[in-house]
């Protein structure tokens, strides 16, 4: 069974840091494009990031220069490093397996971010 | 950046009807198009990729259509457990984008 497990969600305060992490098991995670996707309080969803198999990586222009989308194929694990973290990225994070066509197949059951003072 | 309007924002229906989601894009995305249904609590399930094509385990009450800049999602006969809200998201160039989703409610 194909199955994604975020983890590493927590309260921050703003300008902070946080790494989230997801394990990934039940596909050949070295050879598929993964994603992050958020979701904030009550709202719709919003592509974050995306790391093709070769490592290419691409950002929404709302988090460019602040996260950073990273992959061990060897632990099967994603990750999304975030700094500068402002109130407005306070959301669900999900991780998303992504088809060869850039669409989200396998969704993990997302990991809350809140940055607070 | 390619926008998605979804409407309408709400549909109020009961079950056995049936029900008309529609997704208008800013720019022409061919068929480059997916709809994802997401329930309280969970996280989103790809229904429909490339406009057309259903994904695994898609009831067939279900359907996909529209090209170019307009889209419809079709639930022929709605069954309790579609009460949800609906997302379509392009596919056509960066950034990826969603439209604002349709909850559909009793």
């Known amino acids: 069974e194909v199955q994604l497990l975020e983890s590493g969600g927590a309260l921050v305060q703003p300008g902070g840091s946080l790494r989230l992490s997801c394990a990934a098991s039940?596909?050949?995670?070295?050879?598929?494009?993964m994603s992050w996707v958020r979701q904030a309080p009550g709202r719709g969803l919003e592509w974050v990031s995306t790391i093709t198999d070769g490592g290419t990586t691409k950002y929404a222009e709302s988090v460019k220069g602040r996260f950073t989308i990273s992959r061990d194929n060897s632990k099967s694990t994603l990750f999304l490093q975030m700094n500068s973290l402002r109130a407005e990225d306070t959301a669900i994070y999900y991780c998303?397996?992504?088809?060869?066509?850039?669409?989200?197949?396998?969704w993990g059951r997302g990991t809350l971010v809140t940055v607070s003072s | 950046e390619i926008v998605l309007t979804q409407s309408p924002a709400t549909l109020s229906l009961s079950p056995g009807e049936r029900a008309t989601l529609s997704c208008r894009a800013s720019?022409?995305?061919?068929?480059?198009l997916a709809w994802y249904q997401q329930k309280p609590g969970q996280a989103p399930r790809l229904l429909f990729y490339d406009t057309f094509s259903r994904a695994t385990g898609i009831p067939t009450r279900f359907s996909g259509s529209g090209s170019g800049t307009d889209f419809t999602l079709t639930i022929s006969s709605l069954e309790p457990e579609d009460f949800a809200v609906y997302y379509c998201?392009?596919?056509?160039?960066?950034?990826?984008?969603f439209g604002g989703g349709t909850k559909v409610e009793i």
């Open positions: 998201q392009h596919r056509i160039s960066w950034p990826l984008t």
């Open positions: 039940g596909f050949t995670f070295s050879s598929n494009a």
């Open positions: 720019q022409n995305i061919i068929t480059y």
């Open positions: 998303a397996k992504v088809l060869p066509d850039w669409y989200f197949d396998v």
